[in-house]
T-cell receptor, first 113, second 114 residues
Framework: DAGVTQSPTHLIKTRGQQVTLRCSPKSGHDTVSWYQQALGQGPQFIFQYYEEEERQRGNFPDRFSGHQFPNYSSELNVNALLLGDSALYLC????????????FGPGTRLTVL | QKEVEQNSGPLSVPEGAIASLNCTYSDRGSQSFFWYRQYSGKSPELIMSIYSNGDKEDGRFTAQLNKASQYVSLLIRDSQPSDSATYLCAVNTFSGGSNYKLTFGKGTLLTVNP
């Protein structure tokens, strides 16, 4: 039973660039949530997708956008990167009927120079 | 006011001792509470969930919930060096409509000394 997978593992970008991160949910899961975890902080909720639509969003600017595909996989896009966007980006999957139980992927470490 | 607060730590306990981790939350409507363990450089792993007032035990772990005091705790009995990690408290907080989102505390770093 495949767990949550994310790619790439690490990424280095420069300010102003754009980045796309990818996530495949755990087998059978239909809901994907994205989190940003800065060093020394807890994960912060970015947004959640199910049925290919953004269903709720945290306090993140419009530079952060996403997409969910028919196979439930998801992408997180960040435009106009800032130094402060450097963080571990976590994807978590769950069932729509039980969004309490979220399984996290290994994360993508983004460094913005 | 932060929505979920944890004692900042770091917390250091000797092997075999009881480690006590605490968390308070601000949203009185929250119904679901979680403890995640995060090893350095890894992603969070769910170790306990609790929904009702009182204690919930799972092996060496006991979660305690007091909704009146808006307080959640995690006790780790017979602590082992392998328990050394950051422990994140997470609460399902209302985010509008019929939606709830997971809100995390900053985490408490636990070190278990052999």
């Amino acid at each position: 039973d495949a767990g949550v997978t994310q790619s790439p593992t690490h990424l280095i970008k420069t300010r102003g660039q754009q980045v796309t991160l990818r996530c495949s949910p755990k087998s059978g899961h239909d809901t994907v949530s994205w989190y940003q975890q800065a060093l020394g902080q807890g994960p912060q909720f970015i947004f959640q997708y199910y049925e290919e639509e953004e269903r709720q969003r945290g306090n993140f600017p419009d530079r952060f956008s996403g997409h969910q595909f028919p196979n439930y996989s998801s992408e997180l896009n960040v435009n106009a990167l800032l130094l402060g966007d450097s963080a571990l980006y976590l994807c978590a999957s769950s069932l729509r009927s039980d969004t309490d139980t979220q399984y996290f992927g290994p994360g993508t470490r983004l460094t913005v120079l | 006011q932060k929505e979920v607060e944890q004692n900042s730590g770091p917390l250091s306990v000797p092997e075999g001792a009881i480690a006590s981790l605490n968390c308070t939350y601000s949203d009185r409507g929250s119904q679901s509470f979680f403890w995640y363990r995060q090893y350095s450089g890894k992603s969070p792993e769910l170790i306990m969930s609790i929904y009702s007032n009182g204690d919930k035990e799972d092996g060496r772990f006991t979660a305690q919930l007091n909704k009146a005091s808006q307080y959640v705790s995690l006790l780790i009995r017979d602590s082992q060096p392998s328990d050394s990690a950051t422990y994140l408290c997470a609460v399902n907080t209302f985010s509008g409509g019929s939606n709830y989102k997971l809100t995390f505390g900053k985490g408490t770093l636990l070190t278990v000394n052999p």
